[in-house]
């Protein structure tokens, strides 16, 4: 009995007891600390367990293994470095096509030796002699101007109008050719340049640009000839389409806006004029993708870097 009492005594005197905080087991003072595994070439990723396509997966995520390769880095272009076509066209004397046609002829000579390879580089400081004349790149230069009444775009100039050469003279140091042909009687939107392959471009029948113009007429335009406008009409046996012609919001049905991507006014005249209609004015207040706006009558500005590769890209 007084075993069993002893027994008791102790089985609670156990459940009583508080636990230790020291560890159940000691630490071996004398076991090596774990070290980090080499890396293993058969493993993707040099983790244990990796798959190859944990490879795959990272570059569709975008995210590269640590191990992938650097990108090339693509050399940077000398500015100094011109074809020749290039280089003639920049010049001034014509543009790269016809400058093509003159060094297969023989008439191109770089540092005294006659060229007649396509492709062929130049460097700006090489002496380049076209159809025996020195000559020397200039810079690029874009204008644009909002053409008053009585100027005109005809080398001689009109009896009664000056040439709109006068109102961009202080634009630059280059001689600026305007793209297109101006009556007097037309206003609106004018490019200049000294870059004869813009110019050459916009020269060219088939057009992809539009220009859209505000003409005055002597009287409304009828419904029956406006459908008749939107149908296109004919012109000395030649069709031609019109993109788009509608009424100028909250002005007099004399005021039509009419796009085309003709660069030739005088097809704008000639449009209404089929239709017995006279033609007042002619505004033209946009130029493949330009407006008017910030530039009052008479004003120009040159033309901003973005905007130029719009028109060559075009």
């Known amino acids: 009995m007084e075993s069993n009492r002893r027994g008791a005594s102790a089985g609670r005197g156990g459940s009583d007891r508080k636990k230790s905080s020291r560890p159940s087991k000691p630490l071996n003072k004398s076991s090596k600390p774990k070290t980090a595994k080499p890396f293993d ?86 002496e380049v002699e076209f159809d025996g004349a020195k000559i020397k790149p200039e810079k690029k230069e874009y204008v644009l101007l909002n053409k008053p009444k009585n ?65 005055s007429l002597d009287k409304n335009l009828r419904g029956e000839d406006f459908e008749s406008l939107s149908q296109g009409v004919t012109l000395d046996g030649h069709r031609l389409f019109i993109d788009e012609v509608s009424y100028i919001e909250g002005q007099p049905k004399t005021e039509i806006g009419i796009k085309l991507r003709t660069p ?12 017995k209609y006279d033609v007042i004015k002619i505004d033209r207040v946009s130029f493949a993708g330009l407006t008017k706006k910030n530039l009052p009558r008479g004003n120009y500005r040159h033309l901003t870097e973005q905007e130029v590769i719009n028109l060559k890209n075009i």
């Open 264 to 275: 030739n006014t005088k097809v704008v005249r000639a449009i209404f004029e089929s239709l």
């Open 41 to 126: 070439p058969r493993k993707e990723d040099g983790r244990e367990g990796a798959k190859p396509a944990a490879r795959k997966a990272a570059f569709i995520k975008g995210r590269a293994p640590k191990d992938a390769e650097p990108k090339p880095v693509k050399a940077p272009v000398d500015k100094d470095i011109l074809r020749l076509n290039k280089y003639i066209a920049n010049s001034g004397m014509c543009s790269r096509r016809d400058a093509d046609i003159y060094i297969q002829s023989g008439n191109v000579k770089v540092n005294g030796e006659v060229i007649t390879e396509m492709g062929y580089k130049v460097k700006l400081t090489d």
């Open 151 to 215: 100027f005109t775009t005809y080398a001689e100039g009109d009896k009664t109008g000056r040439n709109v050469a006068e109102l961009v003279r202080g634009a630059g140091k280059a001689q600026l050719e305007p793209i297109g042909r101006m009556d007097m009687s037309t206003t609106g939107l004018l490019i200049f340049t000294n870059d004869l392959d813009l110019i050459r471009k916009f020269s060219l029948p088939n057009q992809k640009t539009f220009k859209i113009y505000q003409v």
